[in-house]
Structure formats: C-alpha cells, structure tokens
T-cell receptor, first 116, second 115 residues
Framework: GAGVSQSPSNKVTEKGKDVELRCDPI?????LYWYRQSLGQGLEFLIYFQGNSAPDKSGLPSDRFSAERTGGSVSTLTIQRTQQEDSAVYLCASSLAVTSSGNTIYFGEGSWLTVV | AQSVTQLDSHVSVSEGTPVLLRCNYSSSYSPSLFWYVQHPNKGLQLLLK??????LVKGINGFEAEFKKSETSFHLTKPSAHMSDAAEYFCVVTSYGGATNKLIFGTGTLLAVQP
C-alpha cells in the first residue's frame, strides 16, 4: 500500500480482555516499530523488528504486551488482560533497513485503544 | 544517551507571523534529527530531517530547521504561519543501540495559530 496501515482505528474494550492491534507496513520496508502515545506523556518506544533478526523488545512495559511479525511484513501487537492505564494511541511505523544515515520512519495513523 | 528537549509546550502565533519552535538535543555522536507534525486525530508526518549533510534543512509546507552543533539546537522555523499549521510538533533524535534505529521523541510543542 501507499502508507503504513493500522487496524482497528478505534477500539474500546473492557478491563481484563485481550486486544490485538494490526500493522501493515509500507511494501519493501524491513524495519517495523511500535510506539505508544499516552495523553500528556509523549511517545514511548515499545518494540522493533528488523528482517529476520530477533526483535528489540526493550520498550515493552510488561509481560502482558507481546508482538509478532509474520513473514517479515504484517505485525500484530497483543495486549493481554488489559488495564485502564493501557489506554493510549498505538502507533506503528516502518522504514527501510537500518543504516547510520537516518532512514525516514513513516508512521501509520494509529490505533486508539480505550479500556473501560 | 540521546535525548531531546522541546523548550515550549505551547506556542501561539498570529496568522502571517513567523513561527519558532525550539529544540535542543543531547547526543554522544553525530545525530540524525527530525521534526514530525501531528494534526488532531492524525498520524505523524515527517516535516524534515537532518542527517549530517547541509545544516540548513528545508522541509514541507515552508518549514525549515537549522542544525547548530555549537548550540546543540535544531529549531524549527517558518516565515509566515498559516491556519493549517496548527498542530503538535515533535523534535526527534535517533538512537543507535545495537541494530535498532529508535526514535527518541521530545514531549511536543502544540502550535496554535490565531486568525
């Protein structure tokens, strides 16, 4: 597609339920990122995938959060037993392979998650 | 460690007047720096980026930024604000940790444009 595509765009879920958020990166981009944007707290790095390498999970806030990337393309972020503090916008981004020249990272429009 | 500080959380200007959004960075090596804009209920859009080429970088919608190593600054400017510029602006630095090219975001500056 032309840009990074995320679904759902909006999700309201009950506390304790699991949610899955999907990201379809730009075709040909091997690097994929998940960020979280909470109200008043800026953007927080969650996880990074690059090709077939082991993902960098250093930003995941707890073991309730996990992500996978199948076939080097589509990624799914899963939040188990959701809590109210998980309410945020979850942004996916992609870029060409990492180099030292600062490849542009392109963002999707985000999945707005509300836990009630 | 890399970090960015956006000095103003809110900036208000009148339409047609200049815009200045301030950003200072900290980096242990030559950084790559970006400005992203986020309109309400929209994703992040790249305005411009600096990657060790020309220090004055021109971006979309008439914005530009100047990399000043001596001042560790990367301020965003525009000569004349338009109503459509009202949005949140993020200054960003890259962080290279192993193979990861993370973006480290500033806390954002909300730009209001008054008619």
């Amino acid at each position: 597609g032309a840009g990074v595509s995320q679904s759902p765009s909006n999700k309201v879920t009950e506390k304790g339920k699991d949610v899955e958020l999907r990201c379809d990166p730009i075709s040909g981009h091997t690097a994929l990122y998940w960020y979280r944007q909470s109200l008043g707290q800026g953007l927080e790095f969650l996880i990074y995938f690059q090709g077939n390498s082991a993902p960098d999970k250093s930003g995941l806030p707890s073991d309730r959060f996990s992500a996978e990337r199948t076939g080097g393309s589509v990624s799914t972020l899963t939040i188990q037993r959701t809590q109210q503090e998980d309410s945020a916008v979850y942004l996916c981004a992609s870029s060409l392979a990492v180099t030292s020249s600062g490849n542009t990272i392109y963002f999707g429009e985000g999945s707005w998650l509300t836990v009630v | 460690a890399q970090s960015v500080t956006q000095l103003d959380s809110h900036v208000s200007v009148s339409e047609g007047t200049p815009v200045l959004l301030r950003c200072n960075y900290s980096s242990s090596y030559s950084p790559s720096l970006f400005w992203y804009v986020q309109h309400p209920n929209k994703g992040l859009q790249l305005l411009l980026k600096y990657t060790s080429a020309a220090t004055l970088v021109k971006g979309i919608n008439g914005f530009e930024a100047e990399f000043k190593k001596s001042e560790t600054s990367f301020h965003l400017t525009k000569p004349s604000a338009h109503m459509s510029d009202a949005a949140e602006y993020f200054c960003v630095v890259t962080s290279y940790g192993g193979a990861t090219n993370k973006l480290i975001f500033g806390t954002g500056t909300l730009l209001a444009v008054q008619p």
